[in-house]
């Protein structure tokens, strides 16, 4: 006779475990400051369209939508940016948007003037 005490069919750990590893492949972008506007990408190959989990340090999520092809480790806009404001991030000046930029857009040298190590400001 089969009983309570008997451990749980061997399927039943596997489809938890496919759950937990989708769940750690979710794309994700980290804002690692407060005043950041621009957020980091920690997955490979984020194509145009894609929805990642835009993460913070007090924990709080939501979805962005990525305008752009980002590779891994480069910047998107956690919010509107007008061209000549500043971009933030980890809490710091980096450069001014040459354009305007949409949120989700992939911030890169095509849109942001670095303004850090130029010594004529």
Known sequence: ???SSLPAPAFS???RLKKEVKRDMAKI???VDEKDNVATLFVNDVKDGDVVELRD???SCR???VIG???YGHKIAVQPIAKGEH???YGEVIGAATRDI???EYVHVHNLEALRGRGDL
């Open 1 to 3: 006779m089969l009983g």
């Open 69 to 71: 092809n980002v590779p």
């Open 13 to 15: 750990k596997r489809k």
């Open 102 to 104: 949409a949120e989700g």
């Open 87 to 89: 971009i933030v991030k």
């Open 57 to 59: 340090k007090k924990g």
């Open 63 to 65: 979805d962005i939508k």
């Open 29 to 31: 972008a980290l804002i």
